[in-house]
């Protein structure tokens, strides 16, 4: 049973649209809670990670935004890049502990 | 790539050899993992250590064993693989920057099993 459901599967979005991909929890323990992004023959890579204390976290053109009552949280890509075309994982933690659920993933398209 | 190397990257084998996949990390990181990848399922963890011969069970640790006998090199084995083991398998190290520990992942090594 997977303890982080992530939405959708995979997403095409136009050159310098935003992209917005979704997860959600059931574990309220969780406090740490990444994103990873994955090329084709790569490991995944963190790309901004959030903890529950705070409702958003910008680094450049990727947000996050966290809605802790409703144990959901999201990615924006704004401005979005065909070199942003990857397949993301959003994860969540304990931070004392070593274990870390992944969602299933989504593959985003960036059509030029 | 946290100075962390795998090796094969790709092995193919027959149903009940045994299997080795080694994870080398350059930079004296204590906590190492051992991930699979498939799809529908994201990544989930196998085994992790947090130090040399200290390792614990994650969430899919059955047909999987693991070794450390140096803080360099964590060793993932399959006893008697399957054609369930087919993945792709990933090792992460962990370092704590900023307050948070961040896991960092290798380049994965794509194992079939036939």
């Known amino acids: 049973q997977q303890q982080v459901k992530q939405s959708p599967q995979s997403l095409i979005v136009q050159k310098g649209g935003i992209s917005i991909i979704n997860c959600a929890y059931e574990n309220t323990a969780f406090d740490y809670f990444p994103w990873y992004q994955q090329f084709p023959g790569k490991g995944p890579a963190l790309l901004i990670a959030?903890?529950?204390?705070?409702s958003e976290k910008k680094e450049g053109r990727f947000t996050i935004s966290f809605n802790k009552s409703a144990k959901q949280f999201s990615l924006h890509i704004m401005d979005s890049q065909p070199g942003d075309s990857a397949t993301y994982f959003c994860?969540?933690?304990?931070?004392?502990?070593?274990?870390?659920?992944f969602g299933a993933g989504t593959r985003l398209t960036v059509k030029p | 790539d946290a100075g962390i190397t795998q090796s094969p990257r790709h092995k193919v084998t027959e149903t009940g050899t045994p299997v080795t996949l080694r994870c080398h990390q350059t930079?004296?990181?204590?906590?190492m993992y051992w991930y699979r990848q498939d799809p529908g399922h994201g990544l989930r963890l196998i085994h992790y250590?947090?130090?040399?011969?200290?390792?614990d069970k994650g969430e899919v640790s059955d047909g999987y064993s693991v070794s450390r006998s140096k803080t360099e090199d964590f060793l993932l084995t399959l006893e008697s693989a399957t054609s369930s083991q087919t993945s792709v398998y990933f090792c992460?190290?962990?370092?704590?920057?900023?307050?948070?520990?961040?896991?960092?992942f290798g380049p994965g090594t794509r194992l079939t099993v036939l």
């Open positions: 930079e004296n990181h204590r906590y």
């Open positions: 959030i903890r529950p204390d705070v």
């Open positions: 250590s947090y130090g040399v011969k200290d390792t």
């Open positions: 992460a190290i962990r370092t704590h920057r900023g307050g948070e520990n961040e896991q960092f």
């Open positions: 994860a969540a933690s304990i931070r004392v502990n070593n274990d870390m659920r």
